[in-house]
């Protein structure tokens, strides 16, 4: 989509080798989808449909099992908590539109493509040309990919095999981690995640599903509020240097 | 409710939350402790995300399965400075090694 001639081929094979390889982790889980969707009573096409418009992994998977379990009738139930789990892309917007500066047609197509794996990579990056690269790159990849396994998921059922007999599940959460991995040499960054962590954690057993990770959304505050000496620059600021390699001004 | 209709109003819904975050003006967005809070929500978010993705269970119970083995060992590789796709594909062999052996 965003053509960053001015970044260095080397880089910019990087950040596209890294987008793709989460758009894979990611995406192949779109046959899991597919194929509970169709278990649960949904046709091919309103699989897809979810895939295309709804495209957010944690949603999805929440709809259509509540919707296995309850039918039609816990239909408010599964589009509240869909909902619910959609929360944390409108923050992530908040952080993305701030990075990408889109209007207009492509302030659509970024909304829609602001997920988990495409913040994450876009945040993972020093340079603001990487950013908004990793960003389109990573967007496009998982919904390519998502939506294609969504497809095979939903035609051949449970047939291809269970993605996590391939480990799929844990590879995304590894890739999270390593995406969030350069982010935590700036102490505020590191300490808002180990709060988040610590919020998650206690929170999970007890809260419906989806709610410990927004609610995660207070550790950010009450770092970013905290006293305004040991802040890390805006990611737009200063290209080429490192995000959060030097907290203090 | 149709099946349809579920699908649609879901879908719309989660669209209509995902844009919001744009449409947000930018000013509002531009003050310096606003800066700093938004720069970490994305980390907040996410690493309350590998939480629920690692050591969660059904109904949001903490367990301990392969998951979290193959996260250690992705922390691991990070310290010892391996390349992402490597600790990607360490994290998922470790996970489906040990599910093959009938563990987690």
Same mark, same amino acid.
């Given at each position: 989509m965003t053509r960053d001639v001015s970044l260095p081929t080397t880089r910019r094979r990087e950040v596209v080798r890294q987008a793709w390889s989460v758009g894979v982790a990611s995406g192949t889980y779109g046959v899991s989808f597919g194929a509970l969707a169709v278990a649960a009573g949904l046709d091919v096409w309103q699989a897809q449909v979810l895939s295309l418009v709804m495209f957010t992994g944690g949603s999805q998977f929440a709809l259509v099992g509540i919707l296995a379990s309850g039918g039609?009738?816990?239909?408010?139930?599964?589009?509240?908590?869909?909902?619910?789990?959609?929360?944390?892309?409108?923050?992530?917007? &908040? *952080?993305?539109? *701030?990075?990408?500066?889109?209007?207009?047609?492509?302030? &659509?197509? =970024? =909304? *829609?493509?602001?997920?988990?794996e495409s913040t994450a990579v876009g945040i993972a990056q020093p340079e603001p040309r990487a950013q908004r690269l990793g960003f389109w790159q990573t967007g496009i990849a998982v919904f390519v990919l998502w939506n294609t396994s969504t497809f095979l998921g939903a035609l051949l059922g449970n047939a291809l095999g269970d993605p996590r007999a391939l480990g799929l599940d844990a590879a995304a959460a590894a890739a999270f981690v390593a995406l969030l991995w350069p982010r935590l040499r700036s102490r505020d960054a590191t300490a808002t995640a180990v709060l988040a962590v610590f919020i998650a954690l206690l929170t999970s057993p007890v809260l419906p599903a989806g709610v410990p990770v927004i609610l995660a959304a207070v550790a950010a505050l009450v770092v970013g509020l905290r006293h305004p000496g040991r802040h890390e620059g805006p990611l737009e600021g200063g290209d080429g240097t490192l995000v959060g390699s030097d907290p203090t001004p | 409710m149709s099946l349809w209709v579920t699908v649609v109003v879901a879908s719309v819904l989660a669209f209509g939350i995902k844009l919001a975050g744009y449409l947000v003006p930018e000013s509002l967005m531009a003050g310096e402790r606003t800066t700093r809070? +938004? +720069?970490?929500?994305?980390?907040?978010?996410?690493?309350?995300?590998?939480?629920?993705?690692?050591? +969660?269970?059904d109904a949001g119970a903490l367990v301990v399965d392969a998951r979290l083995v193959a996260v250690g060992v992705a922390v691991v590789l990070l310290l010892l400075r391996a390349n992402f796709l490597v600790i990607v594909l360490a994290a998922g062999a470790v996970a489906a090694g040990l599910r093959a052996l009938g563990w987690g």
């Open positions: 039609l009738a816990a239909a408010p139930a599964a589009i509240a908590t869909s909902s619910m789990l959609g929360i944390r892309n409108g923050l992530y917007g &908040l *952080q993305t539109s *701030q990075l990408l500066h889109v209007r207009g047609f492509r302030r &659509l197509a =970024a =909304a *829609q493509l602001t997920i988990d | 809070v +938004t +720069t970490l929500l994305p980390v907040a978010l996410l690493a309350a995300l590998v939480v629920v993705q690692s050591v +969660t269970g």
